[in-house]
């Protein structure tokens, strides 16, 4: 199956999943409760320190997966110079990096079993009503983990697009994007029928 989870051994891969998505769930809202570039950029810097804490390699696989912002960032960017808004876009361009850092820190750090275990307990009172929460439980999951592979895949494809053409990709990579995430998803299915599909879990 995909994961996000570095190869490279790290203090936070011990914390407890439900913890670091908690805590993650209270950083994200509170980006939007600090206010000027300068302090964004203190935060931002922060976040990339947490990266660079474990090792190079470490820093260098986390930068490589937030290399998919860029075109974001440059229309924010943009469109806040052409509005005259520099320092708003600058603000909203930060929180975006910080934002997606974190959750890419927490994807680093926790397997994706810990991260099934966890929407399990969440689910846990629908079972006692007879619901069957399995499926919900795996989708989650991989809404969390795929969702970044995504963008990178659409990202690689712009700029093999832009290597070979100077016309603008737009619709032209819907079909090879398409392609690429069902033939991640019947790489998916396959790793899931081979640990037992979706069979609902004993309670414990």
């Given at each position: ?69 860029w075109p974001f960032l440059l229309v924010v ?60 439980e795996i989708a989650i999951a991989l809404v ?50 081979a640990r037992g599909g979706l069979l609902p879990?004993?309670?414990?």
């Amino acid at each position: 199956m995909i994961s996000l989870t570095s190869p490279v051994e790290t203090r936070a891969h011990g914390w407890p999943a439900g913890a670091k998505l908690a805590g993650l769930c209270l950083a994200t809202p509170a980006l939007f409760l600090v206010d000027g570039p300068a302090i964004l950029a203190a935060v931002t810097l922060l976040v990339l320190a947490l990266y660079a804490l474990p090792g190079r390699v470490f820093l260098a696989a986390g930068l490589r997966r937030l290399r998919m912002l860029w075109p974001f960032l440059l229309v924010v960017i943009g469109w806040a110079a052409l509005e005259g808004r520099p320092a708003e876009g600058a603000s909203v361009a930060l929180r975006m990096i910080s934002a997606v850092a974190l959750a890419n820190l927490v994807t680093m750090t926790t397997r994706l079993s810990d991260m099934i275990a966890v929407v399990a307990t969440l689910c846990r009172p629908l079972r006692r009503i007879g619901l069957q929460t399995r499926a919900l439980e795996i989708a989650i999951a991989l809404v969390i983990r795929m969702t970044p592979v995504l963008l990178e895949r659409g990202a690689e494809l712009g700029q093999a697009w832009r290597a070979r053409s100077r016309r603008r990709p737009g619709w032209r990579i819907i079909l090879p994007f398409a392609l690429l995430a069902f033939d991640d998803a019947e790489r998916v299915s396959e790793a899931l029928k081979a640990r037992g599909g979706l069979l609902p879990t004993k309670e414990t």
